[in-house]
């Protein structure tokens, strides 16, 4: 547990890192507050430097193995079973992150980051690369080595993983679908199916903010209750059929994690 939270703690340090030259450059122009990263630009290349920093210890220091052949380790068709697995859930779980109406600290600074290319890399490729190898890697890999079952590692891994977003919005939901990213790397022992789901996820998120619906609540988007009680339905339906199936074809992984 000890290295799983040093290794959390340790992305925050490469966080506050990568925002010190935009910090600097907004001294150099006598920026009023320099010390706040307004620009979305700078907020969007410093969550990218992070990323980079944070991957680059990781890999360097073998706490998570992922190359070339991380791409071939799972059958193409559990890749798409994935899919409507995370679909559904992000359906169902965007319905209860609603019906909780936590406070959004982080709206704006998303909103912002969407507008631009480096910020939608940022959201939608950035954050699945290095939370999945961080979270679902090397935090996973860390509680088996100390002994952790499987069913610790995942719930651990998922609350950490939802308490570090620290914005009360995302904590319910990213801890919610840690749990399914969890289950997802002990079934496979690969990354890329948690990856292929962030990032789905991700991407989903920046289309919403980017269009003209960035405030609309999903009982609106879907035309009102009756609707969103029947695709709540629908949506509960198409995750059990799509987890069994994947349960039922993906045996746990014995031994070492990547």
């Known amino acids: 547990m000890k290295k799983a939270l040093f290794l959390v703690l340790l992305y925050f340090v490469c966080q506050f890192v990568a925002t010190l030259p935009f910090i600097l450059w907004n001294f150099v122009n006598g920026v009023s507050n320099p010390m706040a990263l307004t620009s979305p630009l700078s907020l969007s290349l410093s969550v990218l430097l992070s990323n980079v920093l944070m991957i680059a210890h990781l890999l360097f220091w073998k706490d998570v193995r992922f190359g070339v052949r991380s791409f071939t380790e799972v059958p193409p068709r559990m890749l798409l079973v994935c899919v409507p697995l995370v679909l559904s859930a992000m359906f169902v779980l965007n319905a209860f992150n609603e019906w909780l109406d936590l406070p959004n600290w982080g709206e704006d600074a998303f909103l912002g980051m969407s507008r631009s ?9 950035g954050a699945p690369l290095v939370e999945e190898l961080l979270f679902r890697g090397a935090v996973m890999n860390s509680l088996h080595r100390a002994g952790y079952g499987p069913r610790a590692m995942i719930v651990w891994s998922a609350l950490i993983f939802g308490v570090f977003h620290l914005n009360p919005a995302q904590i319910p939901f990213a801890f919610l679908l840690g749990l399914l990213l969890g289950w ?5 022992g690969s990354l890329l199916p948690g990856m292929l789901c962030h990032f789905i996820n991700n991407s989903l998120g920046v ?26 339905a629908v949506a509960v339906a198409v995750f059990v059929f799509s987890f069994l199936y994947a349960r039922r074809r993906l045996k746990p992984v014995n031994g070492t994690f990547l």
Do not use: F, K, M
Not at 219 to 227: A, M, R
């Open 207 to 232: 289309v919403l903010l980017r269009s003209d619906h960035a405030d609309a609540r999903l009982v609106d988007l879907v035309g009102g209750t009756g609707l969103l009680c029947a695709g709540l």
């Open 184 to 188: 997802l790397y002990y079934r496979t």
């Open 117 to 125: 290319v480096w910020g939608v890399l940022a959201i939608a490729v």
